[in-house]
């Protein structure tokens, strides 16, 4: 069974960039036609896509966060990562990696909380 | 790009059944057939179990069912039971190539 683990600093300061990267175990981040996600939650609110990054490295980024946004794959280390610039207090959320599988996010990791602060 | 609307919450006793809407627009809901729901419990991840508007994973109930009709999806659990009390999310893929979730809704099993 696949499964994919979040890591990353936990409290990032205003303006300065979030790093997250998601290790997928369980099969290979190159088999199959997957696209791999990330997708974030304020607490207490809902969902939301922020970008995929296919197999061939291809990306596709919420509109809302591409000026910010760089998706990429690692994948000998069989990981991929996310990285958000500018951050302000209205990135803090819960980042949640995701495989997506014809067009359904079908594993999700168990999520990240990421606050942004000074 | 909107979030998808759906109810804040919902409400129903054990054996009773309840309805999720998901309302968006022809860009999404309305558009495809690739709409999926995601139940949460609190402090969990994400867990799906409808894809396609109506289809279920492997080990899903057979009690949660998805149907659609126009730019309106919803989510039915039918003999309601005290462990489906958490939030359920609706999202759609979209003519943008994007995807959109909904707000969530909170199910009370009272």
């Known amino acids: 069974q696949i499964q994919l683990q979040e890591s990353g600093p936990g409290l990032v300061k205003p303006s300065q960039t979030l790093s997250l990267t998601c290790t997928v175990s369980g099969d290979s981040i190159n088999s199959g036609s997957f696209y791999w996600s990330w997708v974030r939650q304020v607490p207490g609110k809902g969902l939301e896509w922020i970008g995929n990054?296919?197999?061939?490295?291809?990306?596709f980024y919420n509109p809302s966060l591409a000026r910010r946004l760089t998706v990429s794959l690692d994948a000998p280390r069989n990981q991929f990562s996310l990285r958000l610039s500018s951050v302000t207090a209205a990135d803090t959320a819960v980042y949640y990696c995701?495989?997506?599988?014809?067009?359904?996010?079908?594993?999700w990791g168990q999520g990240s909380l990421v606050t942004v602060s000074s | 790009q909107s979030a998808l609307t759906q109810p804040a919450s919902v409400s129903g006793s054990p054996g009773q059944s309840i309805t999720i809407s998901c309302t968006g627009s022809?860009?999404?809901?309305?558009?495809?057939?690739?709409v999926s729901w995601y139940q949460q419990h609190p402090g969990t991840a994400p867990k799906l179990i409808i894809y396609?508007?109506?289809k279920r994973p492997s080990g899903v109930s057979g009690r949660f069912s998805g149907s659609k009709s126009g730019d309106t999806a919803s989510l039915t659990i039918s003999g309601l039971q005290a462990e489906d009390e958490a939030d359920y999310f609706c999202?759609?893929?979209?003519?943008?190539?994007?995807?959109?979730f909904g707000g969530g809704t909170k199910l009370t099993v009272l």
């Open positions: 999202c759609s893929y979209t003519v943008r190539a994007t995807w959109v």
């Open positions: 022809s860009t999404d809901v309305g558009g495809y057939d690739y």
């Open positions: 990054i296919y197999n061939s490295g291809s990306t």
């Open positions: 995701a495989r997506i599988r014809f067009l359904v996010f079908d594993f």
């Open positions: 396609d508007v109506t």
